[in-house]
Each structure stands twice: as structure tokens, then as C-alpha cells.
């Protein structure tokens, strides 16, 4: 059911952490019969294959992320609770995991682990705090590559809907069992939802419960909706005609035909309604290959690709469409 996702820099405590929360998470399995059907799956860079020199190319890294984005696609249901355990620095990715979760109407927690600089790189040193059970002196993180991944880091904005709820602990200080109710409040709410008590205290806490309730209903991009026209053919190619154009327009006017190497995302299409256009929930975008721009007849392959794979299943209006075929060439780019 709810997906948990670990974020923060290497060496801050992650791994504890979960560990810790495996521990608590199986004695309320244990405990409350509602929750006996329910399992946990785990899962850290270690397990994934993930090494620490996939974070220094741009290319493994994208491959990187694609295994991350896998496993919770494959493993995350209304039964089965997903452990994170990586770096997860990037708010995009972030918010591109948030996505599956209200796709299949379940919950959410990012638990961010909090370290300054000085505490990161004594870890690192001493082998303490390190994450994904590295334990081996000679699996220690580089120390450019870990001042690298400290600079990068895109902190957690709980304002953001994609990063709430969070959680921030502080390495060292915070102890993830002095917020267990807060945890399971979060991650079960509907379990901890009770009206007949909704008196006093509880009546707050029925508020807040309601309103995670409410941020696990999907979205319009999120949610598939039926067709509104008997046109589905030409409204698949009308759309991925579309994407296509919009992507040669972005090299030919923004770019002048170059790869400009610390901007490579093609806004497809805005929400007029929001004001911010650099807020990433209000846009569709397509991440493109970094090395090598990518070619119209690439982008005609794919879309005949995508064609084919979906000319018989009805995927719904054009915004569905849109949200899916970026999906489909986010996915095929990220392996080029």
C-alpha cells in the first residue's frame, strides 16, 4: 500500500532508519488484525545494483533511477508497503514517484535525513551513518563525488504536495520511534480514522487524518478516463504529433541545435491556470538525452512504437495521451 521513500545526503543515517521503521512497521502488522494482510518490501541501492559511480555520469544515473522507478511500479498495491532507500535527491523524481503513488489511490512518507556537511564527511570517514549497510573501509564514498552529491541535493518543500507528507530527522539527535504515531497516522490513516471518537483531542486529529485522506484521491493526470470522442486514432496521432514537434521546435529555437548540458527538459505543455512556470506539477515535460540530441526520425520510431502498442486499448482523452506518451519517451531516453 503506502509507499515510504528515504531521502538525503550519502552517509546521513538512511539506512538506520529503515531499518528501524522494518522493525516497527512488523509489530503493528503483528499487533492490529486490519493490518495483518499487509507486507513490507525493502529496498537500497545495494539491492538494486546501484553503485556509487552510477551517481557521477548523467547517463547511469537516469539508469539508476529507471531501476528505483521499476520496483515501485512493480511491487507498489493497496497491500504491500514499499521501502525506498537511496539518495532520491532530485524533486522531479520525486514527484514522478509521488504520481504512482495517487495513481493507485495509496499513501505516501518521505522521511528526510538531515546532516550538515562536517557530520556527512566524518561518517563517511569513520565508516558510520554510511548507507545501504556499507560497512567495507573500501566502499566508501569519494570525498569529490560526496561534495558533488551534498551540492546537488534539491531539499524537501513540504509545501510541495509531492514532498508531504515529510518527515525530518535529525542524524544523531531525532529518533524515528519517537514519531511512530505520527508514522502510522500518516501511512494508515484511514486505519486511525474515527469519527465515533471525535471529541476533544481526537476531533484535531480526525482534521488531519481527513486531509490525508483526501491527497490519496488521483488527479486528472493520473487517472484514467474514458474517451469523449469516438476520434481515439486521431486524437493518438493528433497528440504524439504534437509532443514530437513541440520537442524539434525546443533544438531548433531554444537550443540553436546545441545541448545546452545543464537544461535538457523540454516543457511539452503548461498549465495555464498556474501563475509559476517553473512549478513542476503544473507541467509535462520530456527529459532529453544530455550527449547526443536526439533526431526526428528517433522520435518517429518511437511514436510509431507507442502507436502500436495502444491502438487497440483506449487510453483515454488527450491529456491522458500526453501524460502517457512523455512517459514512454522519458523511459526510452533514459536508456540512450
Known sequence: MPLVLLTGYPCSGKTTVSKELIILLESQIKQHQNLSDYKINYYNDEMLGISHSDYKDAKDEKKLRSKIMSVVKRDLTRKTIVIIDSLNYIKGFRYQLHCEVKNINTTFLLIHMMANKETIINNNNNNSGNDNAITASTNRWNEDLLVELINRYEEPNPNNRWDFPCLPLLFGEDKL??????????????????????????????????????KLKPNNATILKPSSTNNYLQNLDKVTTSVIKTIMNYYQVEKGGYINHTNNRCIIKHDANKDNTNDIDACVWVDLPIIKPIT??????????????????????????????????????SNT
Open 177 to 214: 520511534l519517537d514519531y511512530s504515531e505520527d508514522i502510522l497516522k500518516y501511512l494508515f490513516p484511514i486505519e486511525f480514522h474515527n469519527k465515533d471518537n471525535d471529541t476533544n483531542g481526537d476531533h484535531k486529529n480526525n482534521r488531519e487524518i481527513d486531509t490525508l485522506i483526501s
Open 296 to 333: 526526428i526520425a528517433q522520435l518517429q520510431r518511437l511514436k510509431r512504437q507507442f502507436i502500436a502498442l495502444n491502438r487497440i486499448r483506449n487510453l483515454g482523452d488527450e491529456d491522458r495521451i500526453l501524460v502517457l506518451f512523455t512517459g514512454y519517451l522519458n523511459k526510452n531516453f
